[in-house]
């Protein structure tokens, strides 16, 4: 595994070059010294992770196993869906296979871990004891320290620029320098049936240059995230509504894909992962987009989908000079995805190897930034790479004062490799959009790219006129690459029209499949569409809301063929839709939010008796989606399978919420247990291990003993004091590995105690924790009784409420995984507590 550093913003984050996870596990690892040879740190375990846990101090860090997967066979398969479902289905069964050892260890040893498949790796955080017994085992690699990086200010001073959209027919200059704007009339591609990813700060997905070939953009004014828009770091909405809080996503996507003469490939599809929390990286975040890029999952992170892959990411980050993320670029091109990456702004303009890791990387695409006077930028990252001696950087493209979109719905001039490196990924749209055959050959791309190039001689470096450590092969010429590849392509062109009235189809999605593959573009506003294919035989399929889906099967088309498939589509007739929506008990639910998917059809709330009525819906088949209103409790979203083709009646109850383990939450049953046991916590910051009478198993992990604290905690991984400021699960910080009944900043005086009782017969056992009487420590009098109770039968935890002032409006409630990932949170400083009460969670089934 190699990781990595976050975005480059510009040359301060260069100057840091600091270390990821995956770029130190192939990098020299100091030891310390010793007299006693036996005392000598294990060179399995690099130096920043001895010192974060000297002295008996924790860390966070990552795993590596040294077994690896084979991608060799992924590579061997023809179509990009197969290439994508080859390399997913190795790269998780191997990591399964050979981390069951070391993760039956950790479950053990009571020690949470977050696995990755994509670099075969485990995070976990613990001791130097834990690291001195990981690093003895023979399976491992590496043990790394996770890593978090800055988002520092830009190369260039960053200007708002003025003025709205330009026109088509005036591109911003380093779209024009590259000769972009020549391929779009000179072969009328504009990168259509392509899709093109980045992994940076997220995206404004509705900003008007962006906007139309979002891949989640279904035509008629909605919009389905799912599977188009990542956020494991948990800034963006929780529905996955995409978000950019930086900007440096969106400027690198608008130079890709955007509208109004911004972007290099205007009509490809886009889908982004926020791999960036906002102006700082974790490694963490990073290694699920990549991990997401080839197998894009729902927005919980759940159902992977490798078939939807994106043919091209763009890289605009990095740092350090080791082999971080290296093997999941090997993935992303065993995969058939074509990767970018920017080579860094760490340049003088005269220095030698100064150009930075993964972009410095041999097996990656690395790409250095000129001017628009074609001068290269002092900036810019030169060769030889200090990772491997590879010529670097591979290819140039422009990277100063360039203008692209912003959060906001405006545009900004920004500078560095960031801006340089997506020139080149919407190229490589515009090469496999003209010549689809290319489609998953990376290395016959990047030989065309590098033969289209146009030499710079400068070899202070090293290396020719051709291929040097500044320039690479040269500034990026795509028209040329375009022009020397195979042109047998065959051009699909037609338009789309309503069957009785003749009327232009704007935004009916227009998709040919073949071997799992499919490529799809969109009507334009006349109702026209363009799509060029590889020779083959393709089905053919016409979709828009409103209307009869229309196909043709078994279409052959034959190199270099030009064929006119005009069609029409049936307008379907609309149907009421009403019904009731009940909550997870079966009562009526006020104020829940009822949905069509994918439609245009705007969204009702229910009334006082749960009653809902949608406005028409046209017949198809559709997701009928239910969500509770705030405080949610235990109220689960809905998600129905609706078949319109009559008025309709629906009934729908609401789900037990979930988390993504599988523990879920409903209301429980009332039946208060008494302590009868004390426990040795008092005081305002307090802390007691206690034995459980049976093993208590908590998101796959068996516990025997658990520490109870004054703060309403359960903490199955360590005593902590300190946790008095409650927060929103789940959290990043600690704590992790809790169960949090009434989690406040409690005090327990000698009016307050903590107890325990044990009801039952064995295999029936309940096992009650129980606050007397706890004391709110914001001054006041008020005084809280509430308990957490576990079944042994069951695996369940019910907290129950005997009095609580305030109704929970300052605690968190719920449950949390050992590597603060997973929750199941009930209520955040939310006033839904009441005096005899209760909440029972039960065991999920993963």
Same mark, same amino acid.
């Given at each position: ?601 705007? $969204? +009702? =709330? @229910?009334?006082?008796?749960?009653? !809902?009525?949608? #406005? /028409? *819906?046209?017949?198809?088949?559709? %997701? ?82 658990? $520490? +109870? =604290? @004054?703060?309403?905690?359960?903490? !199955?991984?360590? #005593? /902590? *004091?300190?946790?008095?400021?409650? %927060? ?82 300052? $605690? ?18 939310? %006033? ?15």
């Amino acid at each position: 595994m190699h990781l990595h550093q976050p975005p480059w913003r510009g040359r301060a984050v260069w100057a840091a070059a600091a270390f990821t996870v995956s770029a130190l596990l192939t990098a020299p690892l100091s030891t310390a010294a010793a007299a006693d040879a036996d005392a000598a740190p294990s060179p399995k375990v690099d130096s920043a992770l001895l010192n974060a846990v000297d002295g008996g101090g924790q860390a966070s860090f990552f795993v590596v196993l040294k077994d690896q997967a084979d991608l060799s066979a992924a590579k061997k398969k023809q179509s990009h869906a197969a290439k994508a479902k080859s390399a997913f289905s190795e790269l998780r069964s191997h990591a399964k296979t050979s981390q069951k050892s070391l993760n039956t260890f950790l479950d053990k040893e009571k020690v949470g871990h977050q696995d990755y498949w994509i670099a075969n790796a485990v995070q976990v955080t613990g001791d130097q004891a834990l690291v001195d017994r990981l690093a003895k085992r023979p399976d491992v690699a590496r043990i790394v320290k996770e890593q978090t990086y800055r988002l520092d200010e830009t190369e260039s001073k960053v200007s708002a620029a003025t003025g709205g959209t330009a026109a088509d027919d005036a591109p911003e200059w380093g779209v024009k320098d590259i000769k972009a704007d020549q391929v779009w009339s000179q072969y009328e591609d504009r990168g259509e049936g392509i899709v093109i990813a980045n992994v940076d700060s997220g995206v404004q997905y509705n900003h008007p240059d962006l906007v139309a070939n979002y891949r989640g953009n279904n035509g008629d004014g909605s919009f389905s995230h799912d599977y188009n828009f990542y956020d494991p770091t948990g800034n963006c909405a929780a529905d996955g509504t995409p978000c950019d809080n930086n900007g440096h996503g969106t400027h690198t996507m608008g130079t890709m894909v955007g509208k109004g003469g911004v972007g290099v490939a205007p009509n490809a599809k886009w889908i982004a992962a926020k791999g960036c929390e906002s102006d700082e990286c974790s490694d963490e975040y990073l290694l699920k987009a990549g991990q997401w890029i080839l197998a894009p999952t729902d927005h919980t992170g759940q159902n992977p989908r490798p078939e939807l892959a994106p043919n091209i990411v763009n890289n605009s980050w990095g740092g350090g000079d080791t082999t971080f993320y290296q093997d999941i670029v090997e993935a992303w091109n065993s995969a058939g995805i074509f990767e970018a990456f920017a080579a860094g702004n760490d340049g003088d303009g005269a220095t030698c190897s100064t150009a930075h890791a993964p972009g410095s990387q041999a097996p990656a695409y690395g790409v250095g930034a000129y001017d628009v006077n074609g001068k290269i930028a002092d900036f810019s990252g030169f060769g030889p790479s200090l990772v491997d001696n590879s010529m670097k950087p591979n290819i140039s493209a422009p990277g100063v004062d360039v203008r692209s979109t912003w959060p906001g719905s405006s545009y900004m001039v920004e500078s560095g490799t960031s801006m340089a490196t997506p020139h080149v990924a919407g190229a490589v749209a515009l090469l496999w959009s003209a010549a689809p055959s290319l489609i998953g050959k990376i290395d016959e791309t990047r030989a065309l790219l590098n033969q289209g190039a146009s030499d710079v001689d400068d070899t202070h470096c090293g290396g020719t006129a051709g291929m040097n450590n500044v320039w690479g092969e040269g500034k990026l010429d795509i028209l040329s690459s375009i022009d020397k590849a195979p042109h047998i392509a065959a051009t699909i062109t037609g338009r789309a029209t309503d069957k009785a009235t003749g009327t232009a189809l704007a935004g009916v999605t227009v998709s040919a499949t073949t071997d799992g593959t499919t490529r799809s573009v969109t009507t334009g506003g006349d109702g026209t569409y363009r799509l060029t294919l590889a020779a083959g035989t393709y089905d053919f399929s016409y979709s828009g809301y409103g209307y009869a889906t229309g196909s043709d099967n078994d279409v052959t088309v034959a190199e270099s063929q030009s064929l006119t498939r005009d069609f029409t589509l049936d307008a379907v007739p609309q149907h009421a839709v009403s019904g009731t929506v009940l909550d997870v008990t079966g009562k009526p639910l006020a104020k829940a939010t009822v949905a069509v998917e994918g439609t245009p059809v705007p $969204a +009702v =709330t @229910t009334d006082a008796t749960g009653r !809902f009525t949608l #406005p /028409r *819906v046209s017949e198809g088949a559709f %997701t009928l989606t239910t969500t509770p209103p705030v405080p949610v409790r235990c109220n689960g979203v809905d998600s129905t399978e609706l078949t319109i083709d009559a008025d309709k009646t629906v009934n729908v109850r609401l789900p037990a919420r979930s988390d993504a383990y599988g523990n879920s939450c409903t209301p429980g049953t009332y039946a208060w247990i008494a302590g009868s046991t004390k426990v040795a916590v008092s005081g305002d910051e307090d802390a007691k291990n206690i034995a459980l009478p049976f093993p208590v198993k908590f998101y796959g992990a068996s516990y025997t003993s658990a $520490a +109870v =604290t @004054t703060n309403g905690l359960i903490n !199955f991984l360590a #005593p /902590r *004091v300190g946790d008095y400021v409650n %927060t929103a699960l789940p959290a990043a910080a600690k704590p992790d590995g809790i169960v949090a009944p009434f989690w406040d900043d409690l005090v327990l005086d000698n009016k307050s105690s903590v107890q325990t009782a044990t009801t039952g017969k064995t295999g029936k056992r309940t096992f009650a924790i129980v606050w007397n009487k706890a004391l709110f420590a914001d001054g006041g009098t008020d005084r809280v009784t509430f308990e957490a109770v576990f079944e042994e039968a069951t695996g369940a935890i019910t907290f129950q409420y005997k009095t609580v002032p305030g109704n929970g409006g300052k $605690a968190t409630v719920g449950i949390e995984n050992q590597t603060g990932t997973d929750a199941l949170q009930y209520s955040f400083n939310q %006033t839904v507590l009441t005096n005899g009460s209760a909440i029972r969670i039960a065991q999920g089934a993963k």
